[in-house]
């Protein structure tokens, strides 16, 4: 007889779920440790079986060195909001994070193959794999971003891993770098400056300023000249240097910048999930299917 007790501790063990505890605790007679290969078994098994389900959850992690010269920032995905806030995934994260910062790693394929700096038997995918058996879903690593500088680092989260943002900055000092930082949270720049802007986006806008204002009843000659007005705007939302800083709407974050006699170099701004399609769930079928099957 398999009691409560003993899927309870075989669950806190492994994170798998209750009534794969069950099974594989009555197909062993009781045999924990022989119940924990057979989940590790059948969890790889299924992890791969998994890989064609969306993982549009999960975190978004930074890591810097102490002199904070050398940054990254990573997002790992899964497939519900329930895997964020486990503490081995969550570890994994911040090993994967530092991973990148210190091994520099080219690509995620490049990654993947290196030997983890944790578990030095494995590879960084070795683990991934391991992970997905024991917390029983799909996980990827999606992406990274990672500078080294002679000047400075700086990095922000923003809603316990929902936006993560590193920032790196030429003079200037902490404090400074971490308006920096949770002015891109909040304002979501797509580029540093105007410069930065693909010219074929400024094309496509002052189409769109130039189509709006025609619609108004405006003349073409009178159109082109409110476009010019117009794309200022465009600028001081997507361009970080163009954007009203946060904490004084008043002054330019440009300014603000150059005031302090320093010069943002570049910026990374992750949010967890955006451009994938979310997978909606009905959690209480879920459950239901779970007990049923």
Request: with cysteine.
């Given at each position: 007889m398999i009691t409560a007790e003993q899927v309870k501790m075989l669950r806190e063990r492994t994170?798998?779920?209750?009534?794969?505890?069950?099974?594989?605790?009555?197909?062993?007679?009781?045999?924990?440790?022989?119940a924990i290969e057979l989940l590790r078994e059948r969890g790889i098994a299924k992890a791969a079986k998994k890989s064609d389900r969306?993982?549009?959850?999960?975190?978004?992690?930074?890591?810097?060195?102490?002199?904070?010269?050398?940054?990254?920032?990573?997002?790992?995905?899964?497939?519900?909001?329930?895997?964020?806030?486990?503490?081995e995934f969550r570890a994994f994260v911040a090993d994967v994070a530092k991973q990148v910062a210190i091994k520099n790693p080219a690509t995620v394929e490049e990654l993947l193959s290196q030997p983890s700096m944790v578990e030095t038997d494995k590879t960084v995918q070795d683990v991934l794999t391991n992970?997905?058996?024991?917390?029983?879903?799909?996980?990827?690593?999606?992406?990274?971003e990672r500078f080294e500088t002679k000047g400075l680092i700086e990095s922000y989260i923003h809603g316990d891993g929902k936006i993560a943002v590193l920032v790196e900055l030429e003079g200037g000092d902490s404090t400074l770098a971490k308006d920096i930082c949770m002015q891109i949270a909040a304002a979501r720049p797509e580029y540093l400056d105007r410069a930065s802007v693909p010219q074929?986006?400024?094309?496509?806008?002052?189409?769109?300023?130039?189509?709006?204002?025609?619609?108004?009843?405006?003349?073409?000659?009178?159109?082109?000249?409110?476009?010019?007005?117009?794309?200022g705007k465009f600028y001081s939302e997507i361009c970080l240097l163009e954007q009203d800083f946060?904490?004084?709407?008043?002054?330019?974050?440009g300014k603000l910048v150059e005031s302090k006699g320093a010069k943002v170099i570049r910026f990374a701004r992750f949010e967890k999930g955006e451009g994938l399609q979310k997978k909606e769930e009905n959690f209480a079928e879920e459950v239901a299917k779970q007990i049923n099957g």
């Amino acid at each position: 007889m398999i009691t409560a007790e003993q899927v309870k501790m075989l669950r806190e063990r492994t994170g798998a779920g209750m009534m794969d505890c069950k099974k594989v605790l009555t197909e062993t007679n009781g045999d924990e440790e022989r119940a924990i290969e057979l989940l590790r078994e059948r969890g790889i098994a299924k992890a791969a079986k998994k890989s064609d389900r969306i993982a549009a959850e999960g975190l978004v992690a930074t890591y810097l060195s102490d002199d904070k010269k050398v940054g990254s920032v990573v997002e790992v995905n899964a497939e519900t909001d329930f895997v964020a806030k486990n503490e081995e995934f969550r570890a994994f994260v911040a090993d994967v994070a530092k991973q990148v910062a210190i091994k520099n790693p080219a690509t995620v394929e490049e990654l993947l193959s290196q030997p983890s700096m944790v578990e030095t038997d494995k590879t960084v995918q070795d683990v991934l794999t391991n992970k997905i058996a024991t917390i029983g879903e799909n996980m990827s690593i999606r992406r990274f971003e990672r500078f080294e500088t002679k000047g400075l680092i700086e990095s922000y989260i923003h809603g316990d891993g929902k936006i993560a943002v590193l920032v790196e900055l030429e003079g200037g000092d902490s404090t400074l770098a971490k308006d920096i930082c949770m002015q891109i949270a909040a304002a979501r720049p797509e580029y540093l400056d105007r410069a930065s802007v693909p010219q074929e986006r400024v094309d496509h806008e002052m189409e769109i300023l130039k189509a709006q204002a025609i619609n108004e009843g405006k003349p073409e000659a009178v159109a082109q000249k409110i476009v010019q007005g117009r794309i200022g705007k465009f600028y001081s939302e997507i361009c970080l240097l163009e954007q009203d800083f946060v904490k004084d709407p008043d002054q330019k974050v440009g300014k603000l910048v150059e005031s302090k006699g320093a010069k943002v170099i570049r910026f990374a701004r992750f949010e967890k999930g955006e451009g994938l399609q979310k997978k909606e769930e009905n959690f209480a079928e879920e459950v239901a299917k779970q007990i049923n099957g």
